[in-house]
């Protein structure tokens, strides 16, 4: 893979901080290496002094005083080293990539810390995007790329998608308007970068099917294009076995994934994960020393406690009950749904994630009707139009998330629409 084509100009000029490369060498070294090179504040004048954070089922957290200096201190701009481990046995694990084992330059699988995978995102689309790139995804999709991807003047390209997911033939259909053999050359404008949320989509919940997933990475072969595989909900699956990921398929190293732990130890911890081909992922880790320096030293020592604590099958009984949970939600919402609205409004259920994606019937647009008679109800859902390419253009959609209310408020909700 020849890395750099994909590259905006602003990427390729990156260079490392000096600065931050001298603290990392620091924490890399041994204690009694005298350092007058950093600029990092002495951890002897922060008022914290310890923690004991307490975990569901009798666990403890524990940072004694040295643990704290450390986890109030700089660390890494890719992400402390143990939970990094950790996650990247995980990951292989889970997905067996094929890239695990390349060397560096032809694509290695890495990974880095980000502060959320929205700050993966948005970093990667940065990387990759300039004026003018023809750039393609599913539409409706997450409210979130769009406001990352249209700042950046590139043009979005609908590829159309059902309860499925992205449909390989609508994607060989748009594909055509270019020649395969024709994408290297200087001036083409084929795409070279494809986005979907392959599981749970937001907000339509759909998910794809390991068959179209294999339809479509072999069309990104065929047109050298990357894909970014955004799967915040992929530990949301509500049946099992999980369906294979885009991760597990790549024999290119095409693949740049984002993984989240919001939806299942905490949002407010802003801790993901970026998984792609190591060229690209030490870009991203450049642009974090120039931006944020790295996620909460505190947050990811506090993650890889509990994770080391617990182990990949503890993690695993975890997801298990967090999956158990919104299944019960997604099912309270279909039923309430199935009650009040079948004369009302069409939707599919969901196999994955939080969401609810509603057609309504007779109604041309949704703006209106959330916005003013929906609240006015004391009822509150997202109208279809924020997750579209043309926001203003009239859509007949709702989005409802399960995820907070109880099942006896979501049908008091549904009764309400």
Same mark, same amino acid.
């Given at each position: 893979?020849?890395?750099?084509?994909?590259?905006?100009?602003?990427?390729?000029?990156?260079?490392?901080?000096?600065?931050?490369?001298?603290?990392?060498?620091?924490?890399?070294?041994?204690?009694?290496?005298?350092?007058?090179?950093?600029?990092?504040?002495?951890?002897?004048?922060?008022?914290?002094?310890?923690?004991?954070?307490?975990?569901?089922?009798?666990?403890?957290?524990?940072?004694?005083?040295?643990?704290?200096?450390?986890? #109030?201190? &700089?660390?890494?701009? $890719? %992400?402390?080293?143990?939970?990094?481990?950790? *996650?990247?046995?995980?990951? /292989?694990?889970?997905?067996?990539?094929?890239?695990?084992?390349?060397?560096?330059?032809?694509?290695?699988?890495?990974?880095?810390?980000?502060?959320?995978?929205?700050?993966?995102?948005?970093?990667?689309?940065?990387?990759?995007?300039?004026?003018?790139?023809?750039?393609?995804?599913?539409?409706?999709?997450?409210?979130?790329?769009?406001?990352?991807?249209?700042?950046?003047?590139?043009?979005?390209?609908?590829?159309?998608?059902?309860?499925?997911?992205?449909?390989?033939?609508?994607?060989?259909?748009?594909?055509?308007?270019?020649?395969?053999?024709?994408?290297?050359?200087?001036?083409?404008?084929?795409?070279? #970068?494809? &986005?979907?949320?392959? $599981? %749970?989509?937001?907000?339509?919940?759909?998910? *794809?099917?390991?068959?179209? /997933?294999?339809?479509?990475?072999?069309?990104?072969?065929?047109?050298?294009?990357?894909?970014?595989?955004?799967?915040?909900?992929?530990?949301?699956?509500?049946?099992?076995?999980?369906?294979?990921?885009?991760?597990?398929?790549?024999?290119?190293?095409?693949?740049?994934?984002?993984?989240?732990?919001?939806?299942?130890?905490?949002?407010?911890?802003?801790?993901?994960?970026?998984?792609?081909?190591?060229?690209?992922?030490?870009?991203?880790?450049?642009?974090?020393?120039?931006?944020?320096?790295?996620?909460?030293?505190?947050?990811?020592?506090?993650?890889?406690?509990?994770?080391?604590?617990?182990?990949?099958?503890?993690?695993?009984?975890?997801?298990? %009950?967090?999956?158990?949970?919104?299944?019960?939600?997604?099912?309270?919402?279909?039923?309430?749904?199935?009650?009040?609205?079948?004369?009302?409004?069409?939707?599919?259920?969901?196999?994955?994630?939080?969401?609810?994606?509603?057609?309504?019937?007779?109604?041309?647009?949704?703006?209106?009707?959330?916005?003013?008679?929906?609240?006015?109800?004391?009822?509150?859902?997202?109208?279809?139009?924020?997750?579209?390419?043309?926001?203003?253009?009239?859509?007949?959609?709702?989005?409802?998330?399960?995820?907070?209310?109880?099942?006896?408020?979501?049908?008091?909700?549904?009764?309400?629409?």
């Amino acid at each position: 893979m020849n890395y750099a084509r994909f590259l905006t100009a602003v990427s390729a000029a990156r260079k490392p901080s000096p600065i931050r490369m001298l603290t990392e060498l620091q924490q890399r070294s041994p204690p009694s290496l005298i350092s007058l090179a950093g600029g990092a504040p002495n951890p002897n004048t922060f008022p914290f002094q310890s923690a004991s954070i307490q975990v569901k089922g009798g666990e403890t957290v524990t940072f004694d005083e040295a643990a704290m200096k450390r986890a #109030l201190q &700089y660390s890494a701009s $890719n %992400g402390i080293p143990e939970l990094l481990t950790w *996650m990247k046995n995980l990951q /292989k694990t889970l997905h067996n990539p094929p890239t695990a084992a390349y060397s560096p330059e032809k694509g290695q699988m890495d990974m880095c810390v980000t502060t959320g995978s929205q700050e993966g995102l948005c970093k990667v689309f940065e990387m990759l995007v300039g004026p003018g790139d023809n750039v393609l995804l599913d539409a409706p999709t997450y409210a979130g790329t769009l406001a990352a991807l249209q700042p950046l003047g590139c043009n979005l390209i609908n590829v159309p998608s059902d309860q499925h997911g992205m449909i390989p033939a609508a994607l060989r259909d748009v594909l055509s308007r270019w020649d395969p053999s024709e994408v290297h050359r200087p001036g083409s404008t084929a795409p070279r #970068l494809l &986005y979907t949320i392959p $599981n %749970g989509g937001n907000p339509t919940g759909a998910s *794809m099917t390991a068959e179209r /997933k294999r339809e479509v990475y072999e069309l990104a072969r065929r047109y050298d294009m990357l894909i970014i595989e955004d799967d915040p909900y992929y530990f949301l699956q509500f049946d099992k076995p999980w369906a294979p990921t885009f991760l597990s398929m790549d024999v290119d190293g095409r693949i740049i994934r984002t993984d989240s732990f919001s939806k299942i130890l905490s949002s407010g911890l802003r801790i993901g994960f970026l998984t792609g081909p190591k060229p690209l992922v030490d870009r991203v880790v450049l642009h974090i020393q120039a931006s944020t320096m790295h996620t909460s030293t505190f947050t990811q020592l506090m993650v890889s406690q509990l994770l080391h604590s617990w182990g990949q099958e503890g993690f695993l009984q975890h997801i298990d %009950g967090v999956i158990d949970f919104y299944r019960k939600q997604r099912d309270a919402m279909i039923s309430s749904a199935d009650k009040h609205l079948k004369d009302l409004a069409e939707w599919h259920s969901p196999s994955a994630g939080m969401f609810l994606w509603m057609k309504l019937k007779n109604i041309a647009d949704t703006q209106q009707l959330i916005m003013q008679k929906a609240l006015e109800k004391e009822v509150l859902l997202v109208p279809g139009g924020a997750f579209m390419i043309n926001s203003s253009d009239p859509c007949p959609y709702v989005r409802a998330a399960f995820s907070l209310s109880t099942p006896e408020q979501i049908d008091e909700l549904d009764h309400l629409i």
